[in-house]
């Protein structure tokens, strides 16, 4: 499945002139995730890393608590999906449960997964402005993809000043789910680690964190009025408008 396609396109320029040349275009995909053979949701994605994020959208989602709640997780790129099937079947309700789409949008799925009601909140982790700083960078400048197309959202996990993973997608949900999907994968404790992101820092957003235990986000953008509740609520630090040499703490952790 290819990431990009070349297209002709006509640049125009400020003393009038103009010309044709040739540029690269990002190229969608509608990606479903089947749940025990009921479509959960649609995402608009790149074909990148899928595995990764289904078992993070699952894990950000609260459908699964470890990896170990998946019995089978198997990607058909002709259908275009991942098949995934429980170890342990999710209940069926009425009411159903929200989840979350690519956009940020929710809709309504005919089960019900694990309460939000035992969400604690979160260890408080230290870091140093300095390494906030680099780290960030690395994320700016880490995509080629974006180079190409200036059509992706990118996301980095780190442990301190260590890079963990690098992730990209269409939606910044998307990457966000890819990155904790890579650590879940390998087992790495997402309670020491902060996230790096592209995109603006919504309350769904907020939300994923808390679910996947990340104490600390940091986005080029601000934060909204909910994310500033829920980061006061779960002790979630927020970070925005960060740029080459300075950034916004919005949250602090206590």
């Known amino acids: 499945m290819k990431l990009k396609q070349e297209v002709e396109i006509t640049r125009h320029y400020k003393d009038g002139t103009a ?13 479903g995730i089947m749940l025990n053979d009921v479509l959960l949701v649609e995402l608009l994605a790149i074909p990148k890393k899928l595995k990764e ?3 993070g959208y699952l894990y950000t989602e609260r459908m699964i608590t470890s990896v170990e709640d998946i019995d089978s997780l198997i990607i058909d ?8 099937r429980l170890k342990e079947a999710p209940a069926s309700a009425e009411e159903g449960a929200k989840v979350t789409t690519d956009s940020g949008d929710y809709r309504m799925v005919p089960y019900q997964f694990y309460s939000e009601e035992d969400l604690k909140p979160l260890a408080r982790i230290e870091y140093k402005p300095q390494t906030v700083l680099e780290n960030f960078q690395k994320l700016m400048t880490g995509s080629d993809l974006f180079r190409n197309t200036g059509n ?22 998307n990457a966000f789910d890819k990155a904790v999907g890579m650590a879940l994968l390998d087992g790495v404790n997402l309670n020491e680690c902060s996230l790096y992101t592209s995109g ?21 953008s601000a934060p909204s009025d909910r994310t500033l509740a829920v980061a006061e609520k779960y002790n979630l630090c927020i970070i925005g408008f960060t740029k080459r040499d300075q950034f916004n703490v919005y949250h602090e952790q206590r």
Not at 19 to 31: P, S
Not at 207 to 220: D, Y
């Open 53 to 55: 994020l289904v078992v």
């Open 19 to 31: 010309e044709r040349m040739k540029d690269e275009i990002l190229i969608e995909y509608d990606f």
């Open 152 to 173: 992706v959202h990118s996301v980095l996990l780190c442990r301190g000043d260590e890079i963990l993973y690098f992730a990209e997608d269409i939606g910044r949900f």
């Open 77 to 84: 790129e002709e259908a275009c999906c991942a098949r995934v």
């Open 200 to 220: 603006r820092i919504p309350s769904t957003i907020a939300m994923k964190a808390l679910r996947a235990g990340i104490p600390m986000i940091v986005s080029r």
